[in-house]
């Protein structure tokens, strides 16, 4: 069974910077893309970044340069560096697993 355990979120101001992390436990971790979604008050769930089993990243257009997603396949990690965070940023963030598994999320507040 997969499981992803997301952390990092918190309050930042806008124009600062977190980091989220995603650990996940399962079979195989190596052989699958990884993603991050988020989803704002009021708003249908988007991707944000993903990254495949090789390691090339892909953005939404509104975070590209700013954002950065990566992976760790000997710790069976997945990372989200967030910088110039603005208020339409907040969101609750999820790490997903090949499009199918989804972690709880972890939410995420822009705001002076």
């Known amino acids: 069974q997969v499981q992803l355990v997301e952390s990092g979120g918190g309050l930042v101001q806008p124009g600062g910077s977190l980091r989220l992390s995603c650990a996940v436990s399962?079979?195989?971790?190596?052989?699958?893309?990884m993603a991050w979604y988020r989803q704002a008050p009021g708003k249908q769930r988007e991707m944000v970044a993903k990254?495949?089993?090789?390691?090339?990243?892909t953005y939404a257009a509104s975070v590209t340069g700013r954002f950065t997603i990566s992976r760790d396949n000997a710790k069976e990690m997945v990372y989200l560096e967030m910088n110039n965070l603005k208020p339409e940023n907040t969101a609750v963030y999820y790490c997903?697993?090949?499009?199918?598994?989804w972690g709880q999320g972890t939410q995420v507040t822009v705001s002076s």
């Open positions: 990254v495949t089993s090789l390691g090339t990243p």
């Open positions: 399962g079979k195989f971790f190596s052989v699958f893309s």
């Open positions: 997903v697993q090949a499009e199918r598994h």
